[in-house]
């Protein structure tokens, strides 16, 4: 089945320099890939998706990559504020919307 | 527009018992999907259902069942508790299963079994 990897585990950075997140999955049939947000007592929120038709989709200071061929997707946060601090999680999914594949998480800290 | 309601909020069960967890999808949401997050991992996907039937199931043993009601609501069940059973329960819903509609989430149920 498929599997996603996450690094780093961890991430600090300071207030308005940028944060990147890199995922990896295992099965080529996987074809969308969201990213969640979650902050502590609550549930994930969706930030952005790729789907696997497009390479790459930017929402303001938000950009996610696919990389097809590597099997590769990465998140991208500019000008980072104290409120991007959360555990962001990747997924994949085949056809879609169904069984969301998570990796394991990534907690960022934006240091003021 | 109101999100994924879940309920209980909280619940503390001891080992043995049997819980029953509710979500109420997004309005016009058909597909629910469960997912139990363990503290400091990923969700792990139990469960989706579409117009009231099975249309996936994660690697989780027997004591695990789920329903869809005709409103589209669902219940997880789970029965004989483990202390691993420990864990916030997190219920998805979407427009349709296997679409381009992606999964928004409710706030979760924490389970504590003692």
């Known amino acids: 089945g498929e599997n996603v990897e996450q690094h780093p585990s961890t991430l600090s950075v300071q207030e308005g320099d940028s944060a990147v997140i890199k995922c990896t999955y295992s099965?080529?049939?996987?074809?969308?890939f969201p990213w969640y947000k979650q902050e502590l007592g609550k549930g994930p929120q969706l930030i952005i998706d790729?789907?696997?038709?497009?390479g790459e989709k930017k929402d303001q200071r938000i950009a996610v990559t696919l990389n097809k061929t590597a099997k590769h997707f990465s998140l991208h946060i500019t000008e980072t504020q104290p409120e991007d601090s959360a555990v962001y999680f990747c997924?994949?999914?085949?056809?879609?919307?169904?069984?969301?594949?998570f990796g394991p998480g990534t907690r960022l800290s934006v240091l003021p | 527009d109101a999100g994924v309601t879940q309920s209980p909020t909280h619940l503390i069960k001891t080992r043995g018992q049997h819980v029953t967890l509710r979500c109420s999808p997004i309005?016009?949401?058909?597909?629910v999907s469960w997912y139990q997050q363990v503290l400091g991992q990923g969700p792990q996907f139990i469960f989706q259902?579409?117009?009231?039937?099975?249309?996936g199931r994660g690697n989780f043993p027997d004591r695990f069942s789920a329903r869809q009601f005709p409103n589209y609501s669902s219940e997880l069940n789970v029965n004989a508790l483990l202390l691993g059973d420990s864990a916030l329960y997190l219920c998805?819903?979407?427009?349709?299963?296997?679409?381009?509609?992606?999964?928004?989430f409710g706030p979760g149920t924490r389970l504590t079994v003692l």
């Open positions: 998805a819903s979407s427009l349709i299963a296997g679409s381009t509609d992606t999964q928004y």
């Open positions: 099965d080529s049939a996987s074809n969308y």
């Open positions: 790729i789907r696997s038709n497009v």
């Open positions: 997924a994949a999914s085949i056809n879609y919307g169904q069984n969301f594949v």
């Open positions: 309005s016009g949401h058909k597909s």
């Open positions: 259902y579409y117009e009231k039937e099975e249309r």
